[in-house]
Nanobody
Framework: QVQLVESGGGLVQPGGSLRLSCAAS????????MAWYRQAPGKQRELVAT???????NYLEAVKGRFTISRENAKNTVYLQMNSLKPEDTAVYYC??????????????WGQGTQVTVSS
């Protein structure tokens, strides 16, 4: 069974920084693309950043230059470094990972979500 465990959310003032982590554990063949989504109250969940095994990265336009996604393959972990945070970044942040359970058999998994609140 695969589990994604997130950590690192919290309350921060505008202009501050937070670092989110998401670690995959369990029995599987490999980890594919890893991503962060967020969902603000009353809004749809949106894709914030993606990182693929080969290093390809893309970001939501609104976070470019402020957020950095990275991964540590040996630990099956993805990070999201968030700098210059704004009140509009307030949301529940979810990690999403494609897990190759067996060669050629890939399933998507979600983390439990972590609250990020940007407020003075």
């Amino acid at each position: 069974q695969v589990q994604l465990v997130e950590s690192g959310g919290g309350l921060v003032q505008p202009g501050g920084s937070l670092r989110l982590s998401c670690a995959a554990s369990g029995t599987f063949f490999s980890v594919g693309a890893m991503a962060w989504y967020r969902q603000a109250p009353g809004k749809q969940r949106e894709l914030v950043a993606t990182i693929r095994p080969g290093g390809y990265i893309n970001y939501l336009e609104a976070v470019k230059g402020r957020f950095t996604i990275s991964r540590e393959n040996a630990k099956n972990t993805v990070y999201l470094q968030m700098n210059s945070l704004k009140p509009e970044d307030t949301a529940v942040y979810y990690c999403y990972t494609g897990i190759e359970l067996q060669p050629g058999r890939i399933s998507g998994y979600w983390g439990q979500g972590t609250q990020v609140t940007v407020s003075s």
